[in-house]
């Protein structure tokens, strides 16, 4: 298990940018894949991103293709999520996720709120 913690989060106007992290506990980050994902109110939590261990490859719900940028630096123990021309509809909690596969993630941060205004 690794212990997670997000930060960044604010509230920021329709077409702004913010930069969440995700700061993770343990000596052994880079065996890890991560993943953002989102929750708005009344709604399932979501995808939005992920990258490998190595950093090498990403992938990306389609929602936010183009306009988020996740990216790590495993000297630091630490995720991120660039966001840029931020829409109202991105408003959510945002969380971090740790997992051995891509595909299943055991650990989860607390999460961090990202607030759009029109």
């Known amino acids: 298990q690794v212990q997670l913690v997000e930060s960044g989060g604010g509230l920021v106007q329709a077409g702004g940018s913010l930069r969440l992290s995700c700061a993770a506990s343990g000596r052994t980050f880079s065996n890890y894949h991560m993943g953002w994902f989102r929750q708005a109110p009344g709604k399932e939590r979501e995808f939005v991103a992920r990258?490998?261990?190595?950093?090498?490859?990403?992938y990306y719900a389609d929602s936010v293709k183009g306009r988020f940028t996740i990216s790590r630096d495993n000297a630091k123990n630490t995720v991120y999520l660039q966001m840029n021309t931020l829409k109202p509809e991105d408003t959510a909690v945002y969380y971090c996720?740790?997992?051995?596969?891509?595909?299943?993630?055991?650990?989860w941060g607390q999460g961090t709120q990202v607030t759009v205004s029109s």
């Open positions: 996720a740790a997992g051995v596969v891509s595909t299943s993630y055991r650990s």
């Open positions: 990258i490998s261990g190595s950093g090498r490859t990403t």
